[in-house]
C-alpha cells in the first residue's frame, strides 16, 4: 500500500512509513487494528513535523529477528526510500536495537520506531521543567540499550526527527556518562515531585472533590477542561497537545465545587519508559476521586482506544477509580453509536454523550458528576463547642447541614459531606477532643 503527499511544511522531512498486520489475530498484539495504527502512525509524524510521502506495508506470520520485517520488504523499502527521495522510515512497532541498527545499514537513512517517535514529539512539546526533565530521561533510558554502535551513523545523517532533546548531545556519549546523567535526573526529579507533592496536599486540604479528564490522545480533554472552567488549556488538532497537567477549579450547578484536572493523553504502545518518567504526573490520575474518560465518538476505533486507555490506568493504579465515560465529538460523529450504552464495567458510574466543542450535553454532564458526589456524600453526628463559629461556618460552607442544635454551650449538627471532608472533620475534632460518629 503506498500513498500520501500532503506537506507539513517547509523543508519537513519526507518519511516512509511501515506498517505491520499479522497473518494469526492471536499473534497481533490487543490494541487498535494495523490499518488504524499506520493511519495513527501518519498523524504521529505530522505532529512530530515530518512529511509522511509514502506507504510500505506487509504481512507477516513471524517476524524476522534480525530486521523485523522480511528480506524481501526490505528490498522494496529500499527502493521506496530512494524513489520518494526520504530522509527518514518510521516503523510502526517497537523494534529491538539490533533490529534498529540493521535497518538503518541496510537503508542507508535513520530509522525510527513507534516509541523513539512518541519520545521525540514529547520532547518537542515539553514546557515546563518537570515535563522537559520527564521526557530526557525517558529518552536517555530508551537510548542506553541502543549505544554500542547504534547510533555512530546518525552523526552522519544530520539533526531533525527523533534527534531533539538530549539527542543531539548524547549521540557519542558512553554508557557511563549517560548512567550518570539519568541519576542526575532522577534526582532533580525528586526534587520537582517533591514541590508537586506539597501542592497536591495542599489541595487535598481543601475539602472539595478531584476529577480528573483522562482519554486517548486528541479525544478532547483540553477543549472540555475549557468549556468546564475556561481554564484556557491550549487546544490543538493535533496527538499530545497537553503535556503539563492543569488544576482549574469546576463550579457545579447546584453549588457543588470540583477540582478538575487535564492530563495528558495516552496511546496505543505508550512507551514504558514515558509511564515511568511521568509517574508524579500520572499521580495526579491515580489520586483523583472521579475519572471522566473522554473519548472520540467519531473514531472507528473508539472501544479498542477505551480499552487502551483502561489498561493504562490499571498499571499506573488507577483501573478501581469511579468513573464516568464521556462520548466527545458527538457533533461530528455520522451516527449515534450504539456503544453509548457502555459495558458492563464495576468502575463506571455513569455514561454521557456531549459535544466538548458546542456545548451540547456538557449541562447533563455536570448534572451526573454533582449527582454522583451527592450518592457518595458521608452523614455525620458532629458535636462541639459552639465557640467554635469558625468550624460550624466551614460546615456550613463546604457541606450539606442537615440540621443543627445548640445546648449547653455545645453545637449538636448532622452535616452531609464528601469523603474528602469527612476525614478532614475527623482530623480537626480528634485535636479538639470532640465527638463525631457517621450515621447511615
Known amino acids: 500500500m503506498k500513498g500520501g503527499t500532503q506537506s507539513v511544511g517547509p523543508q519537513a522531512e ?23 495504527s499506520l493511519r495513527e502512525l501518519d498523524r504521529l509524524a505530522r505532529t512530530a513535523g515530518v512529511e509522511p510521502v509514502a506507504t510500505v506495508s506487509q504481512t507477516v506470520r513471524r517476524i524476522t529477528p534480525a530486521t523485523y520485517i522480511g528480506a524481501g520488504k526490505v528490498a522494496e523499502l529500499k527502493d521506496e526510500v530512494a524513489a520518494a527521495h526520504a530522509g527518514v522510515v518510521l516503523v510502526d512497532e517497537n523494534l529491538s536495537p539490533a533490529q534498529q541498527r540493521n535497518l538503518t ?30 521526557v530526557e530521561l525517558a529518552q536517555l533510558e530508551y537510548m542506553l540499550p541502543r549505544l554500542t554502535r547504534a547510533w555512530t551513523h546518525l552523526s552522519r545523517l544530520g539533526g531533525g526527527v527523533g534527534t531533539r532533546g538530549p539527542g543531539e548531545t548524547q549521540l557519542e556519549v558512553d554508557r557511563r556518562r549517560v548512567r550518570e ?21 495542599e489541595r487535598a486540604s481543601v475539602p472539595y472533590v478531584t476529577i480528573a479528564l483522562v482519554g486517548y490522545t486528541n479525544a478532547g480533554k483540553s477543549t472540555l477542561m475549557n468549556a468546564l472552567t475556561n481554564a484556557g488549556v491550549l487546544v490543538e488538532d493535533k496527538l499530545f497537545a497537553t503535556l503539563d497537567p492543569t488544576v482549574r477549579r469546576l463550579d457545579l450547578p447546584g453549588g457543588e465545587r470540583a477540582l478538575v484536572v487535564d492530563t495528558v493523553g495516552f496511546i496505543h504502545r505508550l512507551p514504558h519508559q514515558l509511564i515511568e518518567a511521568f509517574k508524579s504526573t500520572l499521580e495526579e490520575v491515580r489520586r483523583a476521586d472521579l ?49 453509548i450504552v457502555a459495558a458492563e464495567r464495576a468502575h463506571l458510574v455513569g455514561t454521557h454523550a456531549i459535544s466538548a466543542m458546542t456545548g451540547s ?13 451527592e450518592r457518595e456524600r458521608v452523614r455525620l453526628d458532629i458535636a462541639l463547642p459552639a465557640a467554635r ?29 464528601t469523603p474528602k471532608m469527612a476525614a478532614q472533620i475527623r482530623k480537626r475534632l480528634r485535636e479538639l477532643a470532640c465527638s463525631i460518629s457517621p450515621t447511615s
Do not use: C
Open 291 to 339: 475519572l471522566l474518560h473522554v473519548v472520540d465518538a467519531t473514531s472507528p476505533e473508539a472501544e479498542e482506544q477505551v480499552q487502551i486507555v483502561e489498561r493504562v490506568l490499571d498499571e499506573i493504579g488507577a483501573g478501581a477509580t469511579p468513573t464516568m465515560l464521556v462520548w466527545n465529538k458527538m457533533d461530528a460523529a455520522i451516527h449515534a453509536p450504539s456503544r
Open 389 to 417: 463559629g469558625d468550624l460550624v461556618a466551614w460546615l456550613h460552607r463546604d457541606a450539606r447541614v442537615v440540621s443543627e442544635r445548640y445546648e449547653d454551650g455545645r453545637a449538636e449538627i448532622t452535616a452531609l459531606v
Open 14 to 36: 519526507r518519511a516512509v512509513l511501515v506498517g505491520v498486520a499479522y497473518a494469526s489475530r492471536r499473534d497481533a498484539e490487543p490494541g487498535i487494528g494495523a490499518e488504524e
Open 181 to 201: 546523567r539519568i541519576v542526575r535526573l532522577r534526582g532533580r526529579l525528586r526534587q520537582v515531585e517533591r514541590t508537586r507533592d506539597l501542592h497536591r496536599r
Open 361 to 373: 450535553g456538557v449541562t447533563d454532564l455536570l448534572d451526573g458528576v454533582e449527582r454522583w458526589i
Open 105 to 134: 545499514e541496510k537503508l542507508n537513512v535513520k530509522v525510527l520506531d513507534r516509541s523513539q517517535l512518541i519520545l521525540d514529539i514529547f520532547a518537542g512539546r515539553a514546557r515546563s521543567l518537570e515535563g522537559k526533565l520527564q
